[in-house]
C-alpha cells in the first residue's frame, strides 16, 4: 500500500482549460538540468555517479567462414500443391496448403555446424515466382555475423528477389543478399524468389528445375542481442534476481536452493533487471524515484545510484546491458528519454541521455551493440493518419538511426483508399468515406531475436466495429460478449538496424479475391493474431478457422490469448515464448517461422505474469508476476536438450471460402484463414514445476489487490465471473489505468479512451455523458454487459470498484518552466475553474460516497460530432443499412446522438437504460495527468494538447494570445 501512497502524493499544482477537455499527449517537455524532483522523502540520494578510466567492453571472435551449399528444386513438383483437407464438393475442393513446404529441395549436408533447409511454395497469384522461405539452422555454439549470400548457377533466364526486405521491389542486379546473423544454436529465416526473368508462368518453363550453389561470407560470433527485462538470471545461472516493486526491493534467489537468500532495499519500487556480462553487478531502475540502481552481486551492497541530475529522465521503467558489456541503456517513460552509461570496469558513467520521442518502452541492443531499439507504447498523429512506430538509436551517441520504422493504420484514408482499385461499389467512395479506426497501438517493448534479424512487438489494434453491450441472448443475436481486441505481435525486419521496418503479409501473392494491385497499395503488414477459433464439422475437429484474422496467414495463432506484455526465447531462439499479462498464459511459437507449436498455451498459477527469464543452458524458467508475491519456475528441458533442439515447423493452412459462418474481419481478403492442426501437440512440453516465495506476506492491502487482479485479467477459465473471453478486460484499453491512444464505436457513440489515472472516484458521474453514477455501478453493469462474465459477487465487485476508484497511480508529471507554470495557472484560475472544479483529482472517498460518483455536470461547449472516424466511414453505413436487425444499431452509434427512454442502441441489444441526454452535452473530464493523452476530447478530434488548448478558448471567446496558450499547456503538465 505504502507505494500507491507515494505514488499519489508526487506533488502536483492543482486545477485545469475551459469546460471540455480530455487528456492528451504534447511534445517533449522543457528540460531542467541539475536538479533533481521532490519526491518521496525515503528516495535515497545519487551515490558514486563520478567514475575515471576508460570504457570497456568484452571481445568478440571474429574468424571469417566461407560455407558453401548446393541446392537442387523443381520449381514445379507436385509436392509443392499439397491438396487442403476438404470434401468433394466444398468451394474449397481445389484449395492446397499455402505454408511453405520443406523437404522439396535436396540440399547438401550442414558445413561447420550450419545446414540449410528451404521451406517453398509457388503463389497463386504470381506464376512467375518460385517463394524460397531459407532456413539456417546453427547447431554449433558460436553464431555468424553480418552473412551474405552469394548464389551461383543462375540461368540467364531466372533473376532473384529480395522478399524479405521488399516483396514488391524488382529483381535484384546481382544474386547477393544480405542475411544478417545466425545466433549460437539460433536460426535466421530470409525470405527470397526465384522468378522468371521475363515475368512468365514458371508451369512448364524449361528453366524451372534449378540447380544453384549457395556461399555464406562472413565472421564467427558469440553475440546475441540483449533485450529489457523484468527479472534476470546470473550468467552462471546459481542466482535469480527479481525485483519486487510492493515491497521496495529486489529478492536474490538461489537457483540450487530454490529459496530467497537476500533481500536488497530498493526505495522507488524498482522494476526491470539486468545482469552485467560478468556477473559482478546487478541494474535495476527505481521509477519512483527517478533512479537507476547499481548493486554489488558479491556483497548485495547498492554501489551506485544515478537519478534526474545524473541523466536519468522522469519514471524510468526499462534498462538493458549493451551484448559486449559496454554500455547500460535506461528509457524513461515520462521523461521520453534514453540515457546511456559506459562500463569503467568497477562502475558505470553517465555517458548522454537524448530524447527519443513520447512514452518509450521496452528495449534491445543489437548483438554488435551498435544500435539500441525502442518502442512506444502509443500510435502518433490524429485519428486518420495514426501509426505505431519503434526508434532506432545509435549507441554510440544515441542519435537517431531512424524513427520510420513504422505500422501505419489500415483504416486510414491513404491505406483504404486502395480499395477504390477493387472497382465497383469501392470506386464510388472517396478515401475519407472509407476511414475507420484500426490502429496498432500499446507496444509493450521492442525485442530483438538472438540473432537481432528479427524485432518483435507485442501490443494491440483498434477496431472499427462496434463493441457490443447488453444481453446477447435476449436481443436474439448471435454474439459473443467480452472481445474486446485481439493480441497482436508485429514483425520488423532488423538485419540493418537504420532501416529497420515492418515486414510485409506473406499471403500478399495468394489471395485470389483481391487483385494484386489492390495488394501492393495496401502493402499490408505480417502479424500474429490470436483470433476467435471456430471448429464447424464433428467429423473433422482438427480442422479450425478464424473469422477474426484480420491479415489472413499461416502465422495466426491457434488460440485465443490476453495482451502481451514481454517475449523471451528458447536456447538459441529456436522457440519464441510470449508472456501474456491478462490471461496468465505462455504462448509458444516456432521461432524462425512465428507459426503456433501447440493448441492451448500453458497456464500459470499466479496473476499477471510480468516476464520470463531463463537459465544459461535454457532448461529452466522464472516467472515474475504483478499480482503475485512468488515466481514460477518453469521446466523448458523440453526446448533445451544439446543436440536435439528443435527444427523450424510450419501448421497447414488456406484461406478458405466454404468455412465462412459469420463474415470476416479482414480487408485483405474474404475468405477465412483455416487451419489443419490434425499434427499440431496439445500443448507445448513446458510447465510449471513450483514456485519460490518473494515475501512472507503481500504488502498491498487484500482488497486493492484484488481490485488490481480483477482490473488487470481476463481468462475465463480462472475468472468467468469477469469475462467471457481472454481478450476482454479492462487492462486492455487501459493498461496501468492509462489509455490505448485510440477511438471506439461504443453503444454510448465513438469514444476516444480516456485515461484511468488517479482513480476515477473524484471525477464524478463516469463516462463521456455522465452515464454511470459510480464505479461500482459501472463495473458491475460492464463486467456482464461488457465483458460477458457470468457476474461479480458483492466482495469482487467492492474490490474492483474501489480499485477503479481511488488506486489507480498516477504518473509524475514531466519536467516543467516553474514561472510559465505559475502564469498558465492563474489563467486557469480565472476561466476554466467553473467547469474543472477538481482538476487534480485530489478529492478522496466519503462514506456516502465510497465509489466516488456525485456531481453531475454537463455542458454544451459546441463538441458535438457526427462522424468522429473511429466507426467505419460513411460508404460502410450504407451497407450496414441494408440489414434491418443490426443496420439501425451500427449507424446509430456514429457520432453522438441524444439518448431517450426509446433509444434504438439500448433497447435493441436490451442494454442497461442510460439516463436522457441531448446530443452535445458532455462532462468535464478529468485533467490529471492530461499531457500523458495521444488524443483529446471525447471524439478524438485532437491530437495535441495545445490545439485542445486553443480550440476551448476560441469557442468560449477567451482572447488567449499564444504564449498565454503556451503557459495553460505548461500548467496542465504539472497535473
Known amino acids: 500500500m ?5 505514488f499519489l502524493l508526487i506533488p502536483v499544482v492543482a486545477t485545469v482549460v475551459a469546460c471540455s477537455f480530455e487528456q492528451g499527449g504534447d511534445n517533449a517537455a522543457m528540460r531542467l538540468t541539475g536538479v533533481d524532483p521532490a519526491l518521496d522523502p525515503s528516495c ?17 571472435l571474429n574468424d571469417p567462414v566461407s560455407l558453401w551449399y548446393s541446392v537442387s528444386l523443381d520449381a514445379n513438383d507436385p509436392r509443392l500443391w499439397k491438396p487442403a483437407r476438404v470434401r468433394v464438393g466444398d468451394l474449397d475442393q481445389k484449395a492446397h496448403e499455402q505454408q511453405p513446404q520443406l523437404d522439396i529441395a535436396e540440399i547438401s549436408p550442414a558445413v561447420n555446424g550450419l545446414s540449410l533447409e528451404i521451406g517453398i511454395k509457388r503463389p497463386s497469384e504470381r506464376s512467375d515466382l518460385l517463394w524460397l522461405e531459407l532456413l539456417f539452422i546453427n547447431d554449433a555454439p558460436t553464431g555468424f555475423k553480418n552473412l551474405t549470400l552469394s548464389i551461383n548457377g543462375l540461368s540467364s533466364k531466372l533473376v532473384i528477389y529480395d522478399l524479405t526486405t521488399d516483396i514488391w521491389a524488382d529483381p535484384l542486379e546481382s544474386p547477393e543478399l544480405f542475411i544478417g546473423n545466425v545466433a549460437p544454436e539460433g536460426v535466421t529465416r530470409f525470405i527470397a524468389g526465384v522468378g522468371t526473368a521475363d515475368g512468365s508462368s514458371l508451369t512448364g518453363h524449361r528453366s524451372a528445375r534449378i540447380k544453384l550453389d549457395f556461399g555464406l561470407h562472413g565472421t564467427r560470433t558469440t553475440r546475441e542481442a540483449t533485450r529489457s527485462q523484468r527479472i534476470a538470471v546470473t550468467p552462471d545461472g546459481a542466482e535469480v534476481w527479481a525485483p519486487y516493486a510492493d515491497g521496495n526491493k529486489v529478492v536474490v534467489i538461489d537457483t540450487e536452493r530454490g ?11 524498482p522494476q526491470g533487471m539486468a545482469i552485467t556480462p560478468d556477473g559482478r553487478f546487478a541494474l535495476t531502475v527505481a521509477p519512483l524515484c527517478n533512479q537507476l540502481v547499481v548493486i554489488d552481486r558479491e556483497s548485495r551492497e547498492v554501489v551506485q545510484r544515478f537519478g534526474e541530475a545524473d541523466g536519468i529522465g522522469r519514471e524510468p521503467r526499462e534498462v538493458v546491458i549493451a551484448p ?16 546511456a552509461f559506459e562500463w569503467r570496469g568497477n562502475g558505470f558513467v553517465h555517458s548522454g541521455t537524448a530524447d527519443v520521442g513520447r512514452r518509450p518502452t521496452g528495449i534491445s541492443v543489437a548483438p554488435d551493440s551498435s544500435a539500441v531499439f525502442v518502442a512506444h507504447l502509443l500510435p502518433r498523429g490524429a485519428l486518420p493518419q495514426n501509426e505505431g ?8 551517441d544515441l542519435s537517431l538511426l531512424t524513427d520510420q520504422a513504422k505500422v501505419v493504420d489500415g483504416g486510414n484514408p491513404d491505406v483504404i483508399g486502395c480499395l477504390r482499385k477493387l472497382g465497383g461499389f469501392y470506386e464510388r467512395w472517396q478515401p475519407e468515406q472509407l476511414q475507420m479506426e484500426g490502429a496498432f497501438t500499446l507496444f509493450q517493448g521492442a525485442f530483438l531475436n538472438p540473432g537481432g534479424t528479427e524485432l518483435l512487438v507485442p501490443g494491440s489494434v483498434t477496431v472499427p466495429f462496434l463493441i457490443f453491450e447488453g444481453d446477447m441472448e435476449a436481443a436474439g443475436l448471435d454474439r459473443r460478449l467480452g472481445r474486446i481486441t485481439t493480441a497482436n505481435i508485429l514483425s520488423f525486419d532488423a538485419r540493418i538496424p ?14 485470389p479475391d483481391r487483385a494484386l494491385i489492390y495488394q501492393r497499395c495496401a502493402n499490408r503488414n505480417a502479424n500474429v493474431e490470436f483470433a476467435n477459433r471456430y471448429e464447424h464439422e464433428p467429423d473433422r475437429p482438427s480442422i479450425w478457422t478464424y473469422d477474426g484474422a484480420s491479415m489472413p496467414t499461416g502465422e495466426t495463432g491457434l488460440f485465443q490469448t490476453g495482451h502481451v506484455r514481454s517475449v523471451t526465447y528458447s536456447r538459441g531462439g529456436r522457440r519464441t515464448i510470449l508472456v501474456a499479462y491478462t490471461s496468465d498464459e505462455l504462448v509458444v511459437l516456432d521461432g524462425a517461422t512465428r507459426h503456433p507449436v501447440s493448441r492451448e498455451h500453458i497456464v500459470l498459477s499466479g496473476s499477471n505474469p510480468l516476464g520470463l527469464a531463463l537459465s544459461p543452458d535454457g532448461a529452466t524458467g522464472y516467472v515474475l508476476y504483478d499480482n503475485s508475491p512468488y515466481i514460477s519456475i518453469i521446466d523448458l528441458q523440453g526446448y533445451a536438450t544439446e543436440g536435439a533442439l528443435p527444427r523450424p515447423s510450419y501448421v497447414p493452412f488456406w484461406l478458405s471460402r466454404e468455412l465462412d459462418p459469420r463474415g470476416n474481419a479482414s480487408l485483405v481478403s474474404t475468405a477465412h484463414t483455416t487451419r489443419d492442426v490434425s499434427k499440431v501437440p496439445e500443448i507445448p512440453p513446458i510447465k510449471e514445476v513450483g514456485q519460490i516465495a518473494l515475501v512472507d506476506k503481500d504488502p498491498l492491502d487484500p482488497r486493492v489487490r484484488r481490485g488490481k487482479i480483477l482490473f488487470s485479467s481476463a481468462n475465463p477459465d480462472k475468472y468467468p465471473q469477469l469475462s467471457a473471453h481472454r481478450e476482454g478486460s479492462c487492462s486492455h484499453c487501459h493498461p496501468g489505468g492509462g489509455m490505448d491512444g485510440s477511438a471506439w464505436p461504443l453503444i454510448e457513440g465513438e469514444r476516444r479512451t480516456p485515461s484511468l489515472r488517479g482513480g476515477v472516484g473524484s471525477r464524478g458521474w463516469l463516462h463521456a455523458k455522465a452515464t454511470h453514477p459510480d464505479a461500482y455501478e ?34 509524475q508529471a514531466p519536467v516543467t518552466d516553474p514561472e510559465l507554470v505559475a502564469r498558465g ?5 480565472e476561466h476554466c475553474t467553473n467547469c474543472h472544479k477538481d482538476a487534480a483529482g485530489q478529492r478522496g472517498p466519503t462514506a456516502a460516497r465510497p465509489y466516488g460518483g456525485g456531481e453531475l455536470n454537463l455542458y454544451n461547449v459546441g463538441t458535438r460530432t457526427r462522424y468522429a472516424g473511429a466507426a467505419m466511414g460513411e460508404a460502410f453505413q450504407k451497407l450496414f443499412m441494408m440489414d434491418p436487425v443490426r443496420g439501425p444499431v451500427l449507424t446509430a452509434v456514429v457520432g453522438d446522438r441524444a439518448y431517450k427512454p426509446d433509444d434504438i442502441v439500448f433497447t435493441s441489444l436490451k442494454a442497461s437504460p442510460r439516463p436522457e441526454r441531448s446530443a452535445g452535452e458532455f462532462k468535464p473530464p478529468s485533467l490529471v495527468n492530461v499531457w500523458d493523452n495521444a488524443l483529446f476530447f471525447h471524439d478524438a478530434r485532437f491530437s495535441e494538447l495545445r490545439q485542445a488548448v486553443r480550440y476551448m478558448a476560441d469557442k468560449n471567446f477567451i482572447p488567449l494570445t499564444d504564449p498565454e496558450v503556451d503557459a495553460v499547456v505548461e500548467y496542465l503538465r504539472t497535473l
Do not use: C
Open 778 to 811: 459501472l463495473v458491475t453493469t460492464a463486467s456482464v454487459e461488457v465483458l460477458g462474465g457470468t457476474g461479480l459477487d458483492k466482495s469482487d465487485a467492492d474490490a474492483f470498484a474501489n480499485y477503479l476508484a481511488w488506486h489507480i497511480p498516477r504518473l
Open 324 to 339: 559486449d558489456g559496454s554500455r547500460v541503456f535506461v528509457a524513461s517513460y515520462v521523461g521520453d528519454t534514453l540515457a
Open 259 to 269: 529459496e530467497a537468500v537476500a533481500d536488497i532495499a530498493v526505495e522507488g519500487a
Open 498 to 511: 537504420a532501416a529497420t521496418h515492418a515486414r510485409q503479409l506473406d499471403t500478399s501473392f495468394e489471395i
Open 389 to 396: 512506430w519503434v526508434s532506432v538509436h545509435s549507441a554510440e
Open 825 to 829: 495557472k492563474a489563467i486557469f484560475s
Open 2 to 6: 505504502r507505494e500507491l501512497t507515494r
Open 44 to 60: 535515497q540520494s545519487a551515490l558514486n555517479t563520478k567514475l575515471n578510466g576508460p570504457m570497456l567492453r568484452q571481445a568478440d
